[in-house]
């Protein structure tokens, strides 16, 4: 684990391997270790950088609203610090909101991205009020029902009972974010931009995974996605949730190395 500093506070971050570089972007309620598995598979032909995104895990709080160009340019941050000129990208969730808005911003530093179970679209009014809810039950110092409420519905309902031990896991390294670091990302999500134009413009390698059991990312939704840019990559993972590269590892896996040699 390394770290450097951003706006006088401290960023986390993995970097391990050689090669083109892939950054490694987690969800909301997730820390970089999420990835750990992928990174050391991957890490045996390329460099892989793995941060944790401000206001979660290792990383501080930067403001009271972690925007998603905010984020964006910590990551920028990063990759000026460790002299990187062009890298490969793979957002998961909130960490494609962040991927996005780093694509809005810094092109040139893209040679691709890949959108993990996420979507390109503003948050819905009523997407909106379920994240002022939760906002609402942290301030009250009840960060862990949000958690516990959350995690459960990232994986696929009928194998739910399979990953009680990942889920577990993934619980216990969520306790330990500052509070206000997750309300700072959670307004931050609130306010992002719709980035459909981004996408039907993006010239690069371009990948969508989606789980045929999210329960986060409507079929319809997904759907209207994978048409949004006709040269894009879209995958299906069958048998996943919101989780795909936990639920169906090995395919998620090889979809990851085939994208980021055809983006390298």
């Known amino acids: 684990m390394h770290n450097f500093t951003y706006h006088h506070q401290n960023l986390s971050y993995t970097d391990r391997g050689k090669g083109f570089p892939l950054v490694l972007l987690h969800g909301y309620l997730e820390t970089k270790e999420v990835w750990d598995d992928f990174a050391e598979q991957l ?9 944790d995104i401000p206001g979660h895990g290792q990383s501080e709080l930067l403001a ?83 958690i516990e409420q959350h ?33 700072a990302l959670i307004r931050g999500m609130m306010e992002r931009p719709d980035r459909q134009d981004l996408v039907k413009q993006w010239g690069k390698p371009l990948g969508f995974v989606f789980g045929a059991n999210d329960n986060f990312i409507p079929q319809a939704a997904a759907l209207k996605m994978q048409t949004l840019n006709p040269q894009s990559q879209v995958y299906w993972l069958k048998h996943s949730g919101h989780m795909g590269f936990i639920e169906e590892p090995e395919t998620s896996l090889q979809l990851v190395i085939s994208f980021a040699e055809m983006s390298g």
């Not at 890490?43 to 941060?51: D, Q, S």
């Not at 160009?69 to 000129?85: G, R």
């Not at 995690?151 to 009680?164: G, I, K, N, S, V």
Request: glycine residues 4%.
């Open 64 to 146: 009271p609203i972690h925007s998603m160009e905010l984020m964006a340019d910590a990551i920028k941050a990063l990759l000026f610090h460790l002299k990187i000129s062009s890298c490969y990208m793979v957002g998961h969730s909130m960490g494609a909101y962040v991927m996005l808005a780093f694509a809005d911003k810094y092109p040139e530093l893209l040679a691709g991205m890949l959108v993990f179970h996420s979507s390109v679209y503003a948050d819905t009014e009523e997407k909106k009020q379920n994240r002022l809810n939760e906002i609402a039950l942290i301030e009250k110092r009840q960060l862990q029902q949000v």
């Open 43 to 51: 890490a045996v032909k390329h460099r892989v950088i793995i941060p």
């Open 151 to 183: 995690l459960p519905h990232t994986f696929a309902r009928p194998m739910l009972p399979e990953y009680q031990a990942h889920i577990q896991r993934l619980t216990q390294k969520a306790l330990q974010h500052n509070p206000q670091g997750v309300c």
